[in-house]
T-cell receptor
Framework: AQRVTQPEKLLSVFKGAPVELKCNYS??????LFWYVQYSRQRLQLLLR??SRESIKGFTADLNKGETSFHLKKPFAQEEDSAMYYC?????????????FGKGTLLTVNP | GAGVSQSPSNKVTEKGKDVELRCDPI?????LYWYRQSLGQGLEFLIY????????KSGLPSDRFSAERTGGSVSTLTIQRTQQEDSAVYLC???????????FGEGSRLTVL
């Protein structure tokens, strides 16, 4: 079974402060991890995936297999980062491409 | 169209009625997913179609829910004898076969009175 846990439903920070959105996962094989974001009145979209090792909009996420975590980080939050963030996990191969999402964290960046 | 298209965008129905929600994926995408989004529950997986393989129906919450995908393209999610707890936003997503980015539609908001 695959499971994604986002322990924080709500996270509020001030502009310019660092932000970390936590994500832990459970999966018996080698997973692929993603962060998706939904801005107000927009459709859900991909923010980043662990195999890309990219920094998107200043966000980074490192896969820690020992801790089974994939936390999303940004050193200096901006007001436009306010959105709903979902961590997601996919297996690899065959029917394992089902994408399982966490329950999401609503990030609010205050001015 | 350029993106995943869903219809209707909003549906209000009475308890006990049947509803059909439609998803038109991006052309050429062989994988299609349905999710349910509700407050406090996040994104719940419902069903996954991949090419001509048997769909993964493991997320359907009850036998009142069913989905089909005709000709490997358009998909319809059907909810029979709707209940108030079925009220949610139903999201469809597609991607090319294999791993990678999911492209989501804007969703169909279902309200069961």
């Amino acid at each position: 079974a695959q499971r994604v846990t986002q322990p924080e439903k709500l996270l509020s920070v001030f502009k310019g402060a660092p932000v970390e959105l936590k994500c832990n996962y459970s999966y018996s094989g080698s997973p692929e991890l993603f962060w998706y974001v939904q801005y107000s009145r927009q459709r859900l979209q991909l923010l980043l995936r662990h195999i890309s090792r990219e920094s998107i909009k200043g966000f980074t996420a490192d896969l820690n297999k020992g801790e089974t975590s994939f936390h999303l980080k940004k050193p200096f939050a901006q007001e436009e980062d306010s959105a709903m963030y979902y961590c997601a996990l996919s297996g690899r191969g065959g029917s394992n491409y089902k994408l399982t999402f966490g329950k999401g964290t609503l990030l609010t960046v205050n001015p | 169209g350029a993106g995943v298209s869903q219809s209707p965008s909003n549906k209000v129905t009475e308890k006990g009625k049947d509803v059909e929600l439609r998803c038109d994926p991006i052309s050429g995408h062989t994988a299609l997913y349905w999710y349910r989004q509700s407050l406090g529950q996040g994104l719940e997986f419902l069903i996954y179609f991949q090419g001509n393989s048997a769909p993964d129906k493991s997320g359907l919450p009850s036998d009142r829910f069913s989905a089909e995908r005709t000709g490997g393209s358009v998909s319809t999610l059907t909810i029979q004898r709707t209940q108030q707890e079925d009220s949610a936003v139903y999201l469809c997503a597609s991607r090319p076969g294999g791993p990678g980015e999911l492209f989501f539609g804007e969703g169909s908001r279902l309200t069961v009175l």
